[in-house]
């Protein structure tokens, strides 16, 4: 064995030596880190031997990598033993931080967006009623959009003012009314759906308009229907989302694919009618737009107005919340703001 060997063996006795006589003046937590630091750590004299053990000759490497191996395997037994001699409190750790007689912190619970739990009660009236639940994309054609619907060439919405536009053809749908179209076109009558979905119109942002919208639209095509049933079906919806005092009204109105139509009205939600600053001191507020479906809308589908009638509706999803849940700004569902958020 070379003197360089003989060296290296005598350090490694030194250091189990300096190690387990420093061990006995361990006494906390901040003094065996300390000892695990000069005993253990990176920079200590163990990291110093393991670097040199390279530089011994070859036949000596045997025996001081094996010395070296059981020193390490010492100390860290030693460090062991010290926590266990310590115990939790004294040796800092993280069990020692933990009381297991406080009551536990309890997770938040998530819960629905305002404009989910709105969509949700919409979609369950009506399943109730027997419609059905229809989607459709949310990039369309002008047919589906416009034309099948009964809008003119020159109608404003059509204008890029009005509509985003992806280019010639296609566009982001102003309405979820494409989806009924779609429906018509595979299925024949008597058909009941409601199509809910997300919408696109190029509104400047304020309180009441945004450019990305939700909405309900509602479509019933059987024999023998009638304006009463429209009525009658829009009154339960109001009184079910807004309570059994809740009064209703028509009012004539033009849209494109109904005829007649009307813009559906209930008695505020703040004042019962009397007259406030929520509506304006009219006693009235707008939910929905509404109407018999016009012949032309029919036939563009291949079904006989003769034969056929129908009544359609649509509504906003946010402007139902707005006004169930008292909301003045339309901007609040999109902002994340947590503390409006976590009321509902």
Known sequence: MTEDAKKFLAEVTALKTAAEKAATAVSDGKALERWRIEFLGRKSPLGRLSKSLTSLAEGDRPAAGKALNELRADLKAEYES???RLGPKKAGTDEARLDYTLPGVQPPIGTLHPLTKTYYEITAF?????????????????????????????????DAQDTLYVNDEWLLRTHTSPAQIRVMLEQRPPLRVIVPGRCFRADAVDASHYPVFHQVEGLLVDENVSLGDLKGTLTAFAEYIFGPD?????????????????????????????????????????????GMVHPNVFRNVGYDPEQW??????????????LKYGIDDIRLFYENDFAFLKQF
């Open 82 to 84: 010290l926590q266990k």
């Open 126 to 158: 009506f399943a109730s009623l027997g419609f059905n639940v229809a989607h459709g994309p949310e990039v369309e054609d002008e047919f589906h959009n416009f034309g099948a619907l009964n809008f003119p060439p020159d109608h404003p919405s059509r």
């Open 246 to 290: 809740t009064k209703m009204r028509f009012r004539p109105h033009f849209f494109p694919f109904t005829e007649p139509s009307a813009e559906v009205d209930i008695s505020c939600v703040v004042c019962g009618g009397e007259g406030c600053r929520t509506c304006g001191g009219k006693g009235w507020l707008e939910i929905a737009g509404a």
């Open 309 to 322: 009638a129908g009544y359609a509706f649509g509504m906003g999803v946010e402007r139902i919340a707005m």
